[in-house]
């Protein structure tokens, strides 16, 4: 039988116990707070860049992908232990120079079996496409096939999550100042989605607690199979895994909880709640 391991990045914002369970090699994105950088879950963990991200006067962090050489590194390692091909599943191409990389490796690697799929997603919009092909590739599928079915799965993934301030999207340079400026004044709490592999404004909502009924709205308006619920440093997070769980109708056993992380959180800042569903076809 092909053994097929899956390998994802850290722009996934995949648990690393829920990786290690699942099998999952996550290639860390670097995390950087002025001259210090980090790779996301290696040397610095989620916790960790959380403290630092609302530190008082600290530096905003910016973020890089992962180069060639370490999925390269990560490929070696997975065909050395055994696997007959591998399936990488990566942020969209259009957030991340990290598809790119994934790809050159695959390419320095050519006798040999690599699927590198394009989620067109970002944190567990892509982490639970890894995920699932993790459990196929435990039934014994084949590379070819998991890719092939990662490949339609991707168009039946959403992304809604609302974020607590327009800040961050300004200092990442997706809204200006002045609309920022003008959006805390009216209390504008933004939800964001992902649309062609591009994260973009869904809604804007007047204050917090109507930006996350609409996020539940948009989530369940159609029966899914599994979903993520995300946050950052949200206190509200299980009365909306609550809610979440009621309006969807899924068993608790098919709602996971994540913790965004440095690879994503610098340009979504604290305070956001929403979630991730991977809907029936």
């Known amino acids: 039988m092909s053994r097929v391991a899956i390998v994802t990045d850290s722009a996934s914002d995949l648990p690393p116990e829920a990786a290690a369970v699942a099998g999952i090699t996550v290639v860390p994105l670097i995390v950087s707070f002025g001259s210090q950088s980090f790779r996301t879950n290696v040397d610095l963990t989620t916790d960790e860049f959380w403290a630092r991200m609302t530190a008082p006067g600290a530096p905003f962090p910016t973020t890089a992908a992962a180069s060639p050489g370490d999925f390269g590194r990560a490929y070696g390692a997975a065909f050395d232990a055994g696997a007959d091909a591998i399936v990488c599943v990566t942020v969209s191409g259009d957030l991340s120079g990290t598809l790119k990389s994934a790809t050159i490796a695959a390419a320095s690697l050519p006798d040999r079996e690599i699927h590198v799929v394009d989620s067109r997603s970002a944190s567990m919009g892509h982490g639970m496409l890894a995920q699932i092909g993790a ?28 974020l607590d301030t327009l800040e961050y999207l300004k200092r990442g340079g997706r809204i200006s100042g002045a609309r920022a400026a003008m959006g805390t004044m ?26 996350r009924e609409r996020c539940l709205e948009l989530l369940t308006e159609r029966p899914m199979e599994r979903a993520t619920v995300l946050h950052s440093t949200n206190a509200d997070v299980e009365a909306f895994h609550a809610q979440f769980l009621e309006r969807s109708g ?28 991977v809907y029936r076809p």
């Not at 435990?138 to 992304?159: F, H, T, Y």
Request: hydrophobic content about 45%; charged content about 20%; proline content about 5%.
């Open 250 to 277: 899924l068993d608790a056993s098919m709602v996971q909880t994540c913790t965004i992380g440095p690879s994503v959180g610098p340009h979504l800042g604290p305070g956001c709640v929403g979630a991730v569903a």
């Open 186 to 211: 009216l209390s504008i709490k933004p939800i964001i989605t992902v649309i062609d592999g591009v994260v973009e404004q869904s809604e804007r909502v007047r204050t917090r607690a109507k930006a």
């Open 135 to 162: 459990r196929m590739a435990a039934d014994g599928r084949s590379g070819a096939a998991i890719a092939a079915a990662l490949e339609e799965a991707k168009g039946r993934v959403d992304l809604y999550v609302a």
